[in-house]
């Protein structure tokens, strides 16, 4: 059973920037789609970004591009979500989501439904 655990949520000024991060356990092997998500109030939970367990293509919504950068420190099971130059539309509960054991991330990465494991979320909240 995958274990996914957030931290580095907060409050900022728009402009600011935050790093969420993202600490896993429980792997049975390391072959998984890693992404981050975020829910607003009164909205659908829509995809950020995502990226392979092994590497390759990184994925970003249109509406991070060049703001916000997924990583992972494989020696250390975490992911990270930097996030530079924040919007107040930016304020969300973000989670931390894996898919797999899968050889790559699907087409869909930005699908809720794809993933099967979730964290509890860590709020970001930015103000004008």
């Known amino acids: 059973q995958v274990q996914l655990v957030e931290s580095g949520g907060g409050s900022v000024q728009a402009g600011g920037s935050l790093r969420l991060s993202c600490a896993a356990s429980?792997?049975?092997?390391?072959?998984?789609?890693m992404a981050w998500f975020r829910q607003a109030p009164g909205k659908e939970r829509e995809g950020v970004a995502a990226?392979?367990?092994?590497?390759?293509?990184?994925y970003y919504a249109d509406f991070v591009k060049g703001r916000f950068t997924i990583s992972q420190d494989n020696s250390k099971n975490t992911l990270y979500l930097q996030m530079n130059a924040l919007k107040p539309e930016d304020t969300a509960m973000y989670y931390c989501?894996?898919?797999?054991?899968?050889?790559?991330?699907?087409?869909?990465?930005?699908?809720?439904?794809?993933?099967?494991?979730w964290g509890q979320g860590a709020q970001v909240t930015v103000s004008s």
């Open positions: 989501a894996a898919a797999g054991p899968y050889d790559g991330c699907s087409g869909s990465w930005w699908s809720p439904s794809d993933y099967k494991y």
């Open positions: 429980g792997y049975t092997n390391k072959r998984y789609c």
């Open positions: 990226i392979h367990t092994f590497g390759g293509r990184i």
